[in-house]
């Protein structure tokens, strides 16, 4: 291996470089990037020891360095790679490309992946069509910072972010472990997936998800968020589990379509959103978020109110007279549930639907504890359509479905507006499509 030290400037990738591969080098010490390459394509970076010592045990830039690669223009670049030999440990990376790879790699890690670096950056990507990740675990990436997406049509699946290797240890909030999608003046960001149609593509956040600058339609799916890999560790999150400061036409779960040679075939997509000490999902700006199927429990406490779902202002936002309210998300208005009786076959929920006129789809959630003001949605139990004809502001719904559920156990509900057209002919107000409401209040099972 050759080792690169204590210089002024790191590795240089001129525009003669293009198609170059860097392999087991141990890169250190040097006051700006590691490696520094810009204008060319088809770099190849793998098998290296970049800001961190020989035997990738301790960090080895300068303090508050991010020991990093910086990669600006080009396309179709490969930081790290599926086999074990492949992985880099890089104490952060900066990736300005399109149709680039970033898989398999420790970032801000020592090679056990078990000991994270002090000042450590995390990984910013910028541009299009890049791949962070992979559906098989050799090309997870383990990055102890945060994550920060600009441009569009990223690909981001399998990482554990702000946790050790083992997926279930969280990293701690000194170095961050959150995605952040955000626009800035060069780079417009939408269309931005995190997860995707499968749990494989699903990733691990341990600090949450975090859209503003108004960014629009990406989709947030089959990820864990605020707990560990296992489904089950909470990861301590401080903040909120995913914030919309501002954006639109985002969706968050849902049920994603899978094209296949024997046609197309749909998969629930939802997110396990938990233990998070804000809310499970907040927005403050936008509308035409869809927030579907997921499980979102064990969120906030008595700062927050546990909602799993909250649109501003904070704190359960009452229903009002045909919903002609505005805010974010239109400040949909939730269903209102009378009653959950249970069979030894099924469960029946009745109750009412007030808004304007047109279609919702209503979804019912189990929980096994509820409070008063706590209110979010555990495990999906179905989804009903309900339709709110002209001037009548108000449908009541009955919603029967073969789960049965235990006594003890609690029912709530969300509705979200649909495309303003039913066998009703057409609606006004197709800005109102895809906005999802709080939850429900929470209404025990009687029967069982």
Not at 240 to 262: F, H, P, R, V
Not at 302 to 331: E, F, H, M, Q
Request: aromatic share 8%.
């Amino acid at each position: 291996m050759v080792v690169l030290s204590r210089n002024c400037d790191g590795l240089r990738l001129s525009q003669s470089a293009g198609g170059s591969t860097v392999r087991g080098l141990i890169i250190n010490g040097f006051f700006r990037n590691q490696i520094y390459a810009v204008g060319i394509n088809n770099v190849t970076i793998e098998g290296c020891y970049i800001g961190t010592n020989a035997s990738g045990t301790l960090a080895a830039f300068p303090l508050f360095q991010w020991g990093r690669v910086y990669i600006e223009g080009g396309s179709h670049h490969l930081i790290g790679g599926s086999a074990a030999s492949s992985r880099n440990l890089i104490g952060g990376l900066e990736l300005r490309s399109d149709h680039s790879k970033v898989e398999g790699n420790y970032i801000g890690l020592d090679a056990s992946g078990t000991i994270p670096f002090d000042y450590a950056g995390g990984l910013a990507i910028f541009g299009s069509y890049n791949t962070i990740g992979g559906t098989s675990p050799g090309r997870r990436n383990v990055i102890a910072g945060n994550l920060l997406i600009f441009g569009h049509h990223h690909h981001v699946q399998g990482n554990y972010i702000g946790t050790l290797a083992d997926g279930i240890t969280s990293v701690g909030s000194f170095n961050g472990g959150g995605v952040a999608i955000e626009p800035n003046d060069i780079f417009p960001t939408f269309k931005n997936y995190i997860g995707g149609a499968t749990p494989a593509t699903g990733n691990v956040i341990s600090r949450g998800i975090f859209l503003k600058g108004g960014t629009t339609y990406n989709v947030i799916r089959n990820n864990f968020v605020g707990v560990g890999a296992d489904g089950a560790t909470n990861l301590d999150n401080p903040g909120e589990g995913i914030y919309i400061l501002n954006g639109s036409k985002n969706i968050i779960g849902g049920i994603a379509k899978i094209n296949a040679d024997g046609g197309a075939f749909y998969l629930p997509a939802g997110n396990t959103i938990a233990f998070n000490a804000g809310r499970g999902v907040r927005i403050d700006q936008g509308s035409g978020n869809l927030i579907s199927r997921n499980s979102i429990y064990g969120n906030g406490g008595s700062r927050t109110g546990g909602l799993g779902i909250d649109l501003a202002p904070l704190g359960v936002t009452p229903n009002d007279d045909c919903d002609t309210d505005n805010g974010p998300n239109k400040l949909q208005n939730f269903p209102i549930i009378f009653s959950a009786v249970s069979s030894a076959s099924s469960t029946t929920i009745n109750g009412v639907m007030l808004s304007r006129e047109g279609e919702y789809e209503l979804e019912f959630f189990a929980n096994s504890s509820c409070g008063t003001s706590n209110r979010q949605g555990q495990t999906f139990i179905g989804s009903k359509e309900v339709i709110i004809i002209e001037r009548s502001c108000s449908a009541q719904f009955t919603a029967t479905f073969n789960t049965p559920l235990g006594l003890g156990i609690f029912v709530t509900a969300t509705a979200t507006s649909k495309l303003q057209t039913s066998k009703l002919g057409t609606l006004p107000g197709a800005g109102w499509r895809n906005n999802t409401s709080e939850f429900s209040q929470c209404v025990t099972v009687f029967g069982g």
